[in-house]
């Protein structure tokens, strides 16, 4: 028999994830062990904090639903979600940073021709015309490139958790034309708190963070032969900017505001140049296998 103590203990666990190929997952494992070991070290973890917090996981697997996915939302407040996207972009650098998908993605939105409406017709808001590009880390443009945005309503709630709105409305997706081009009209995004009614709000109340995130567009980028990006444009006003709750702002999706006089008054315009990474440039390697 073993005689295991605290200084033993972290090797002989990791150990037992090890495989003879030492592959992508024994390194995922095994790093995530002594991690978590030196955590508990660190602070001096004790057996009452332990419940605690493994309770505190057990109220966030009672919270997440087919609708509703807390774990992700621990995930986007605790950072973790945006540093996976950096470290990705510190990667990559030529190409579009990534930042959170969120929780209000919904699938199927309707296909809308060039210059095309995101919202109603008489939707409330600032209007806004978003425009752009869409090319490879080369700057080879992207023709037929697939844009999929949504974003919030002037009352800053989305379509899915506001009964006064269609399902689709603000959600749209549209096809670059044969210069990689994109032109659509909606309004304004604004910015919203998290959901507070969960084990992720009672956290964040207790340290007295923040909950509001800063208003942004979403944007899922997708060409032919390219890896695709999921993304978020923000506005450089927005009283959030600094102190967004999931730490998703990234320098190079924050646009000065810009308006102009349209026939729909004045009306905020951005654009942006989406840069997508080839897929012939992929790694080769395990990062795809499930744990």
Not at 134 to 157: F, K, P, Q
Request: net charge negative.
């Amino acid at each position: 028999m073993r005689d295991l103590t605290q200084e033993t203990i972290t090797d002989y666990i990791a150990a037992s994830f090890e495989t003879s190929n030492k592959n992508r997952q024994t390194q995922l494992m095994t790093g995530l062990v002594k991690c978590l070991h030196g955590f508990i070290r660190d602070v001096d973890l004790s057996h009452g904090e332990w419940a605690k917090l493994l309770n505190f996981f057990y109220q966030v697997g009672e919270k997440t639903t087919g609708a509703r996915d807390e774990f992700m939302l621990l995930s986007d407040v605790m950072g973790i979600t945006s540093l996976v996207d950096l470290l990705a972009a510190s990667k990559n650098p030529e190409v579009t940073s990534a930042s959170p998908l969120g929780p209000f993605y919904l699938e199927n939105a309707p296909v809308i021709p060039q210059g095309g409406m995101l919202c109603r017709d008489d939707e409330p808001g600032t209007p806004l015309v978003f425009k752009g590009v869409v090319t490879d880390e080369n700057d080879c443009v992207m023709s037929n490139a697939l844009l999929d945005i949504w974003h919030n309503a002037d009352s800053g709630l989305y379509s899915n958790e506001d009964e006064t709105q269609d399902d689709m409305n603000n959600r749209g997706r549209i096809y670059t034309d044969e210069q990689g081009k994109f032109v659509v009209k909606t309004i304004r995004p604004q910015p919203y708190s998290v959901p507070m009614d969960g084990p992720v709000g009672d956290l964040l109340k207790a340290f007295q963070r923040s909950p509001w995130r800063s208003a942004h567009l979403h944007v899922v980028v997708s060409a032919a032969g390219c890896e695709s990006v999921i993304t978020e444009l923000f506005f450089s006003d927005c009283e959030y900017i600094a102190i967004d709750a999931v730490g998703g702002v990234r320098a190079d999706l924050t646009h000065e505001p810009s308006c102009y006089n349209t026939e729909r008054g004045e009306t905020l315009f951005v654009e942006h140049h989406f840069r997508l990474r080839s897929l012939a440039k992929e790694p080769q390697n395990d990062e795809n296998s499930s744990v």
